[in-house]
Nanobody, 129 residues
Framework: VQLVESGGGMAHPGESLRLSCTAS????????ITWFRQAPGRDKEGVSC????????YIARDVKDRFTTFRDNAKNTVYLEMNNLKPDDTATYYC???????????????????????WGQGIQVTVSA
């Protein structure tokens, strides 16, 4: 499985950025794609995830009112739309993924409880005035 991130860069507070994660090489029926981020001196934290089986999503509480995630199945791409960016959003953002069969997890398992085996190289987001 390969994950390629794009769309990072610099933004001013209040602006928006959209990150993309394009996946290839899945071998199972379903997948989950997540975004984590890590700021200097801080632990990696989960930001969002989405399940291909039902398009259910999870957004971390700290960014729930500003970030959304959605996918374009035809492009095998998952997006993280980040609005009203704040300096605290400055971090390296990582796309992660897990593909799985129909019996690997309970159908209603939230995507933030999956184990992610595949990761992209990371992409920098810097929010500064």
């Amino acid at each position: 499985v390969q994950l390629v991130e794009s769309g990072g860069g610099m933004a001013h507070p209040g602006e928006s950025l959209r990150l993309s994660c394009t996946a290839s090489g899945f071998t199972h029926d379903y997948y989950v794609i997540t975004w984590f981020r890590q700021a200097p001196g801080r632990d990696k934290e989960g930001v969002s995830c989405i399940k291909s089986s039902d398009d259910s999503t999870y957004i971390a509480r700290d960014v729930k009112d500003r970030f959304t995630t959605f996918r374009d199945n035809a492009k095998n791409t998952v997006y993280l739309e980040m609005n009203n960016l704040k300096p605290d959003d400055t971090a390296t953002y990582y796309c992660g993924a897990e593909d799985y069969g129909p019996t690997s997890y309970p159908p209603d398992q939230s995507c933030n409880y999956f184990k992610f085996d595949y990761w992209g190289q990371g992409i920098q987001v810097t929010v500064s005035a």
